[in-house]
């Protein structure tokens, strides 16, 4: 099974609910943990994991030859993402904004272009142990600097999913081409949501981009202050549009302090183990 955790927005504790619960169920289970948040990937900083592999990840980018190349302008005027621009002088390639397809050298009619490998960014792989001692599978991709797009270095985090374990995928935030990359395939999509207006606009999105690509889901709701204002939107929002509210995570002081020593709380507070374990079920409950 394929459990991605989202959110609208940045900060709503996507990734504490993703590795609280990886390591709760990693001691009764085969799981992995892939951080697809490769801009900014920060599961590592709790999990501390063993690295055992690392490899680059590349795109193929277009090379002109300007002695074949006649400058009819059929590269440029088939890509879309405007990677190439012919002049007088010469062909411009604009490789960051290159998405890799290849269509420039299947249409140049005059077979001027070949390819070359750009890297993106990498892929790190390897172990991290639970509070039980027990091997929980860890991979993430780290975007280079300064590069444009994440959704290729996304598809390759993916590609290490192993399907005879429970994946759980970290996804970055927001509802843009990133989230859409990483939350493709998966079996149920954890909402993670803050009682809070920024919070509850973003969930909407988030929603109703989950309805459009009919991925079942359920939401989570963080720093949650109990029947305030705050948590009473966002369950009534909920409601009306029969988003099941699987757990709440309450503002509490030890949990944030646990977060700003790098701690995942399920390692102090034994007691949210159960927790955790009851969102499985209801996670499996959605799916069947």
């Excluded at 991709?141 to 300064?146: M, V």
Aim: some cysteine; charged content about 25%; proline content about 6%.
């Amino acid at each position: 099974m394929i459990i991605s955790i989202a959110s609208g927005k940045g900060g709503t504790g996507k990734t504490t609910v993703a590795v609280n619960l990886a390591l709760t169920l990693s001691e009764s289970e085969d799981i992995q943990l892939l951080d697809c948040d490769v801009e900014e990937p920060n599961a590592h900083l709790f999990l501390r994991p063993e690295i055992k592999e690392s490899y680059p990840v590349t795109i193929p980018v277009p090379v002109i030859d300007e002695e074949k190349c006649d400058h009819c302008g059929k590269c440029s005027q088939f890509c879309e993402f405007n990677a190439l621009a012919v002049l007088e002088s010469g062909v411009m390639v604009f490789e960051e904004l290159c998405h890799g397809c290849g269509g420039c050298g299947i249409v140049c009619p005059k077979n001027a272009i070949t390819e070359r490998n750009r890297e993106i960014g990498q892929i790190e792989k390897g172990f991290a142990k639970n509070y039980a001692d027990k091997n929980l599978a860890f991979a993430l991709g780290r975007l280079n600097i300064g590069e444009a797009m994440a959704s290729p270095l996304i598809r390759k985090v993916k590609e290490e999913i192993d399907r005879g374990k429970t994946a759980i995928l970290d996804v970055p935030p927001g509802t843009s081409c990133p989230v859409i990359e990483s939350i493709y395939g998966s079996d149920c999509c954890l909402l993670v949501t803050e009682p809070t207006p920024f919070g509850l606009y973003d969930l909407k999105l988030a929603v109703g981009l989950l309805k459009k690509l009919g991925i079942p889901f359920g939401i989570v709701i963080n720093r949650s202050t109990g029947e305030k204002d705050g948590d009473r939107d966002v369950e009534e929002y909920c409601r009306k549009e029969k988003a099941p509210v699987l757990m709440k995570i309450p503002y509490d002081r030890q949990i944030a302090e646990l977060y700003s020593k790098g701690v995942p709380f399920i390692e102090e507070m034994l007691g949210w183990k159960k927790e955790f374990l009851n969102l499985l079920a209801r996670v499996r409950e959605i799916v069947e």
